[in-house]
DNA sequence: GCCAACGTTGGC
DNA sequence: GCCAACGTTGGC
Protein backbone atom coordinates (compact mmCIF):
# COMPACT_ATOMS: atom_id res chain seq x y z
CA UNK A 1 0.00 0.00 0.00
CA UNK A 2 1.36 3.56 -1.04
CA UNK A 3 2.25 5.86 1.97
CA UNK A 4 -0.42 7.92 3.14
CA UNK A 5 -0.62 11.23 1.23
CA UNK A 6 -1.36 14.22 3.22
CA UNK A 7 -3.03 17.77 2.33
CA UNK A 8 -2.56 20.99 2.78
CA UNK A 9 -3.36 24.61 2.05
CA UNK A 10 -0.90 27.13 1.29
CA UNK A 11 -1.11 31.27 1.10
CA UNK A 12 0.24 33.66 -1.13
CA UNK A 13 -0.50 37.29 -1.88
CA UNK A 14 -1.23 37.34 -5.94
CA UNK A 15 0.90 39.93 -6.02
CA UNK A 16 3.34 38.93 -4.72
CA UNK A 17 3.48 35.42 -5.91
CA UNK A 18 0.31 34.13 -8.02
CA UNK A 19 -0.66 30.62 -9.63
CA UNK A 20 -0.14 32.10 -12.41
CA UNK A 21 3.42 32.67 -11.74
CA UNK A 22 3.51 29.42 -10.32
CA UNK A 23 2.76 28.06 -13.59
CA UNK A 24 5.07 30.16 -15.54
CA UNK A 25 7.92 28.72 -13.10
CA UNK A 26 6.94 25.30 -12.70
CA UNK A 27 8.37 24.59 -9.29
CA UNK A 28 9.50 27.43 -6.85
CA UNK A 29 11.13 27.35 -3.47
CA UNK A 30 8.43 28.10 -0.79
CA UNK A 31 10.67 30.71 1.22
CA UNK A 32 9.60 33.44 4.00
CA UNK A 33 7.56 31.19 6.07
CA UNK A 34 8.48 32.78 10.28
CA UNK A 35 5.73 31.36 12.06
CA UNK A 36 6.84 28.15 13.75
CA UNK A 37 3.74 26.53 13.46
CA UNK A 38 3.04 27.21 10.07
CA UNK A 39 7.26 25.71 9.46
CA UNK A 40 6.24 22.75 11.66
CA UNK A 41 3.59 22.18 9.16
CA UNK A 42 6.17 22.63 5.91
CA UNK A 43 8.62 20.20 7.82
CA UNK A 44 5.75 17.72 7.67
CA UNK A 45 5.01 17.96 4.26
CA UNK A 46 5.88 14.47 2.15
CA UNK A 47 6.88 14.77 -1.69
CA UNK A 48 3.83 14.16 -3.51
CA UNK A 49 1.87 15.96 -0.77
CA UNK A 50 -1.29 18.01 -3.03
CA UNK A 51 -1.44 21.52 -1.95
CA UNK A 52 -4.39 24.04 -2.34
CA UNK A 53 -3.01 27.36 -3.71
CA UNK A 54 -4.47 30.13 -1.91
CA UNK A 55 -4.75 34.00 -3.09
CA UNK A 56 -5.07 35.69 0.06
CA UNK A 57 -4.73 39.45 0.13
CA UNK A 58 -6.45 39.40 -2.78
CA UNK A 59 -10.31 40.71 -4.38
CA UNK A 60 -11.46 37.85 -4.04
CA UNK A 61 -9.70 35.89 -1.55
CA UNK A 62 -10.07 32.16 -2.70
CA UNK A 63 -8.26 28.58 -3.35
CA UNK A 64 -6.60 29.99 -7.29
CA UNK A 65 -5.36 26.18 -8.07
CA UNK A 66 -3.29 23.05 -6.57
CA UNK A 67 0.68 22.32 -6.13
CA UNK A 68 2.33 19.44 -5.52
CA UNK A 69 5.26 19.09 -2.43
CA UNK A 70 8.32 18.29 -5.18
CA UNK A 71 11.12 18.32 -2.01
CA UNK A 72 11.09 18.19 1.48
CA UNK A 73 11.79 20.61 4.24
CA UNK A 74 15.39 21.98 3.75
CA UNK A 75 17.26 25.35 5.54
CA UNK A 76 16.11 28.23 4.13
CA UNK A 77 18.74 30.62 2.78
CA UNK A 78 16.88 33.38 3.70
CA UNK A 79 17.13 33.70 6.90
CA UNK A 80 21.18 34.08 6.91
CA UNK A 81 20.90 36.54 4.39
CA UNK A 82 21.17 40.23 5.61
CA UNK A 83 19.75 41.72 2.83
CA UNK A 84 17.10 39.76 2.48
CA UNK A 85 13.31 40.89 4.22
CA UNK A 86 13.05 37.25 5.44
CA UNK A 87 16.91 37.74 7.31
CA UNK A 88 16.78 36.23 11.07
CA UNK A 89 20.07 37.39 13.13
CA UNK A 90 19.14 34.68 15.50
CA UNK A 91 19.50 31.91 13.72
CA UNK A 92 22.64 29.91 13.40
CA UNK A 93 23.87 27.95 10.32
CA UNK A 94 24.62 24.97 12.38
CA UNK A 95 21.26 25.20 13.67
CA UNK A 96 18.73 26.57 11.10
CA UNK A 97 14.89 27.90 12.28
CA UNK A 98 13.28 28.41 9.76
CA UNK A 99 12.57 25.72 6.29
CA UNK A 100 11.25 25.81 3.20
CA UNK A 101 10.06 23.32 0.54
CA UNK A 102 9.55 22.95 -2.83
CA UNK A 103 6.55 23.37 -4.92
CA UNK A 104 5.75 22.59 -8.36
CA UNK A 105 3.11 23.71 -10.54
CA UNK A 106 0.02 20.66 -11.05
CA UNK A 107 -3.12 22.93 -12.17
CA UNK A 108 -5.13 26.12 -12.02
CA UNK A 109 -8.46 26.00 -11.07
CA UNK A 110 -10.65 26.50 -13.89
CA UNK A 111 -13.38 28.72 -11.42
CA UNK A 112 -11.29 30.28 -8.16
CA UNK A 113 -13.36 29.33 -5.33
CA UNK A 114 -13.54 32.41 -3.10
CA UNK A 115 -13.34 32.49 0.82
CA UNK A 116 -16.98 33.21 1.28
CA UNK A 117 -18.16 29.95 -1.24
CA UNK A 118 -15.96 27.81 1.05
CA UNK A 119 -17.81 29.47 4.30
CA UNK A 120 -20.96 28.35 2.69
CA UNK A 121 -20.35 25.32 1.71
CA UNK A 122 -21.72 22.56 4.62
CA UNK A 123 -19.63 19.87 3.73
CA UNK A 124 -16.21 22.36 4.08
CA UNK A 125 -17.13 22.93 7.96
CA UNK A 126 -14.23 22.43 10.07
CA UNK A 127 -11.93 23.79 7.25
CA UNK A 128 -9.17 26.06 8.83
CA UNK A 129 -8.97 29.08 6.92
CA UNK A 130 -13.29 29.46 6.89
CA UNK A 131 -12.06 30.47 10.88
CA UNK A 132 -12.11 34.17 11.98
CA UNK A 133 -8.77 35.73 12.48
CA UNK A 134 -6.90 32.73 10.86
CA UNK A 135 -3.25 33.78 9.97
CA UNK A 136 -1.93 30.51 9.33
CA UNK A 137 0.15 30.84 6.15
CA UNK A 138 0.15 26.96 5.79
CA UNK A 139 -2.48 24.56 6.90
CA UNK A 140 -3.55 21.35 7.42
CA UNK A 141 -6.51 20.17 4.77
CA UNK A 142 -8.99 16.91 5.05
CA UNK A 143 -8.66 15.20 2.50
CA UNK A 144 -12.80 14.95 2.29
CA UNK A 145 -12.18 18.96 2.18
CA UNK A 146 -9.55 18.85 -0.47
CA UNK A 147 -11.06 17.10 -2.80
CA UNK A 148 -14.14 19.58 -2.11
CA UNK A 149 -12.85 22.20 -2.80
CA UNK A 150 -11.60 21.01 -6.34
CA UNK A 151 -14.64 20.31 -7.18
CA UNK A 152 -15.98 23.55 -6.13
CA UNK A 153 -13.81 24.73 -8.71
CA UNK A 154 -14.25 21.67 -11.44
CA UNK A 155 -10.44 20.70 -10.86
CA UNK A 156 -9.54 17.91 -12.39
CA UNK A 157 -6.22 16.85 -10.30
CA UNK A 158 -6.84 13.27 -8.98
CA UNK A 159 -6.94 13.01 -4.91
C1' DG B 1 6.41 33.60 33.97
C1' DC B 2 3.28 37.48 33.28
C1' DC B 3 1.47 40.65 30.28
C1' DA B 4 1.54 45.26 27.88
C1' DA B 5 3.22 46.98 23.79
C1' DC B 6 4.11 46.34 19.31
C1' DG B 7 4.15 44.48 14.52
C1' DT B 8 1.86 41.72 11.08
C1' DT B 9 -1.86 39.40 8.65
C1' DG B 10 -5.58 39.61 5.91
C1' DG B 11 -10.70 40.16 5.48
C1' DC B 12 -13.62 43.70 4.66
C1' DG C 1 -7.62 52.36 4.71
C1' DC C 2 -9.48 50.25 8.90
C1' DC C 3 -9.03 47.27 12.46
C1' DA C 4 -9.67 42.58 14.78
C1' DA C 5 -7.01 38.78 15.70
C1' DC C 6 -2.93 36.88 16.54
C1' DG C 7 2.24 36.08 17.45
C1' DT C 8 6.38 37.95 19.34
C1' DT C 9 9.21 40.79 22.25
C1' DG C 10 10.97 42.52 26.31
C1' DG C 11 10.53 44.85 30.90
C1' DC C 12 9.70 43.51 35.29
Not at 18 to 43: C, F, M, P
Not at 75 to 90: K, V
Not at 94 to 116: A, Q, T
Request: charged share 35%; net charge positive.
Amino acid sequence: MAPKRNYWLIKSEPEVFSIQALRRDGKTHWEGVRNYQARNHLRAMRTGDLVLFYHSNAEPPGVAGVARVCREAYPDSSQFDPRSDYYDSASKPEDPRWSLVDVEFVEELPELVPLDVLKEDERLDGMLVRKRGMRLSVQPVEREHFARVLKLGKGKTKV
